[in-house]
């Protein structure tokens, strides 16, 4: 059963009560929550994801977000994010209960799935190779994967790059994308079909929305990608549109640093990231203008599939 096919009723009535069973990638959650604000955001942008009824089936995490049981609350309405009975961040204005919500879950899995060597950088896939972008805030990150997933990549995540131990596969965790401040703008100007929820406002991020994922990516979200580039994007006002080689030292040493479990695996983890720098081709990515920025990425695709036999 899709999450769309439950009525909103019933969605807030569930919610309320036991949760919401969900599947994201390789995990199950349970939410719950009393906050109509949750209700909307899992309606508009988790449609096309399995749900099952609570009670019955198995959750890797159990999460909510609930106003703190607190007199403030009534001053001044707050909510809370809880994993398992726990509170691991200060409250924040209800208005801002499903960014925090998307917050929250990335905490989970990069804090719990070790599994995966687990790297700050979003994903996406084309013609059987998938591109690690991993960059700092306010380079174009997101922006950028929201431009290719909506002109025919498959969205592998927008935060979390999960390379699986064993396999040196990318597993997709694709749920909505965050887009900030100007690019939310810039994204509805790029694809007005794209779905962009409702804007939270002054959060610590500015202003925060989310696109909704294609359908196609949803559905092949138990589908592994092999690791073809690593890309570090900057979008720079006027840049002409510049791909260039980038060593895999650095690019090692950068991937290291913004991996959320590197240290905690030990040798696993330099293992696992030198493999990836090994199969991968390393750039640096500047552009200004949206367009050219897929149609370059397109052509990567398009040059590896021209080289096969």
């Known amino acids: 059963m899709k999450l769309l096919q439950l009525p909103r009723t019933e969605l807030r009535r569930q919610l309320a009560g036991l949760g919401v069973w969900m599947r994201t990638g390789p995990f199950s959650v349970r939410v719950r929550s009393r906050v109509p604000f949750v209700a909307e955001g899992l309606a508009e942008l988790y449609g096309q994801f399995e749900v099952r009824s609570a009670h019955e089936a198995f959750a890797d995490f159990h999460v909510s977000v609930n106003p703190p049981g607190r007199v403030r609350r009534w001053l001044r309405p707050q909510v809370s994010f809880y994993f398992d009975g726990t509170q691991p961040f200060k409250p924040l204005p209800r208005d801002q209960a499903f960014p925090m919500l998307e917050w929250g879950l990335n905490w989970c899995v990069s804090t719990q799935a070790h599994h995966y060597l687990i790297i700050h950088a979003a994903a996406v896939e084309k013609k059987g190779l998938?591109?690690?972008?991993?960059?700092?805030?306010?380079?174009?990150?997101?922006?950028?994967?929201?431009?290719?997933?909506?002109?025919?990549?498959?969205?592998?995540?927008?935060?979390?790059?999960?390379?699986?131990?064993?396999?040196g596969l990318i597993h997709p965790l694709p749920r909505p994308v965050s887009l900030k401040n100007t690019s939310i703008e810039v994204i509805r100007s790029f694809d007005p079909e794209a779905y962009i929820n409702r804007a939270s406002h002054d959060t610590v991020k500015g202003t925060v929305a989310h696109m909704r994922p294609p359908r196609d990516s949803v559905l092949r979200q138990h589908e592994a990608a092999r690791p073809g580039w690593v890309i570090f994007p900057q979008w720079q006002a006027g840049a002409a549109t510049t791909l260039t080689p980038r060593s895999r030292a650095q690019t090692f040493m950068f991937l290291a640093q913004n991996a959320f479990n590197y240290s905690h695996l030990g040798a696993d983890g330099f293992r696992v990231g030198t493999a990836l720098v090994d199969q991968a081709a390393c750039y640096d990515f500047r552009y200004s203008d949206l367009h050219e920025a897929v149609r370059a990425f397109d052509r990567l695709a398009d040059s590896h599939a021209s080289s096969l036999p």
Do not use: Q
């Open 130 to 167: 998938a591109a690690v972008l991993p960059a700092p805030p306010g380079s174009g990150k997101s922006t950028l994967t929201a431009g290719l997933v909506l002109s025919g990549w498959r969205l592998l995540s927008d935060e979390l790059t999960l390379i699986h131990r064993k396999t």
